[in-house]
C-alpha cells in the first residue's frame, strides 16, 4: 500500500519590486487606484502597448508601468512616489511657464495691433 503525502505543495511568491510593490498595494484597503491602457501605434503600424497603474496611498502616488512592444519585449517599470512627486512639479511648472509665454505673446500682439509703441520691461540683473 503507497503511503499518502501529507505535505502540501509549496507555493512561491515572486520577490520582484514591482510584484511586491503591487501586491502590498493591492492589499492596502485605504489605496486608491486609476488604470490606463494606451496602444501607440507607429508609421509603420507597429502596436506598442502601455498600461499605466496609479496608486494613491496617503498623498503619495506609485505608478506601474507595463510597456509591451510589437518585437515581443516586455518591460515593468515601478515609479515611487518621489519620482511621481517630481513629474507632477515639473509638468506644473511647465504650464505655468507656458501661460507666460502666451500671455507676453498676447500682449506684444495686442501692441502691435494698436500701433502702441512701448518698450517692454526689462529685468535688472543684479551685479
Do not use: C
Amino acid at each position: 500500500m503507497a503511503e499518502k503525502q501529507t505535505e502540501e505543495p509549496s507555493v512561491r511568491l515572486a520577490r520582484d519590486e514591482f510584484t511586491v510593490e503591487r501586491r502590498r498595494l493591492d492589499g492596502h484597503p485605504e489605496a486608491v487606484k486609476a488604470s490606463s491602457r494606451i496602444d501607440v501605434t507607429d508609421d509603420y503600424g507597429n502596436v506598442t502597448t502601455w498600461v499605466v497603474d496609479l496608486y494613491r496611498l496617503e498623498g503619495a502616488v506609485t505608478a506601474f508601468i507595463q510597456r509591451g512592444a510589437p518585437n515581443g519585449d516586455y518591460d515593468r517599470i515601478v515609479m515611487p512616489p518621489l519620482v511621481t512627486a517630481t513629474i507632477s512639479r515639473h509638468q506644473a511648472g511647465l504650464i505655468t511657464k507656458h501661460r507666460r509665454k502666451v500671455a507676453r505673446r498676447s500682449v506684444a500682439d495686442l501692441r502691435a495691433e494698436s500701433g502702441e509703441d512701448v518698450p517692454d520691461k526689462k529685468r535688472k540683473r543684479g551685479r
